[in-house]
């Protein structure tokens, strides 16, 4: 639904906020251009940015390392996360190394 459609028919955020079952303050946000829907806001600031440029320096140096290995590496420097928590973030931040001989290391 056109939040923007609706004020422009009069409806005030109050009755916009009660038709499309959100805050009135969420339609305040999407009206001034804050905010756009569908998209969500960080609930706070990424904790793997501190170790991206170990963790690529670490896979480019050896492609064959275990992520296992890699994550037993992070746990003394301060990573807390998890096994599946680094592999993500490796696949989202392209940290992957191709080998010389072809294919994709994880």
């Not at 499309?20 to 904790?47: E, M, S, V, W």
């Not at 320096?57 to 003394?76: G, K, V």
Request: charge should be positive.
């Amino acid at each position: 639904m056109d939040i923007h459609a609706l004020k422009r028919q009069g409806m005030t955020i109050s009755e916009i906020a009660r038709r499309t079952h959100h805050d009135r303050k969420t339609i305040r946000a999407y009206l001034n251009g804050d905010r756009a829907p569908g998209g969500r806001q960080p609930a706070g600031p990424d904790g793997f940015d501190a170790f991206v440029d170990y963790v690529t320096a670490r896979l480019t140096e050896d492609p064959h390392l275990w992520i296992m290995t890699l994550l037993d590496e992070l746990r003394p420097l301060g990573f807390e996360g998890s096994y599946p928590t680094l592999t993500r973030q490796i696949r989202a931040r392209a940290c992957q190394v191709v080998c010389v001989r072809g294919g994709v290391h994880r």
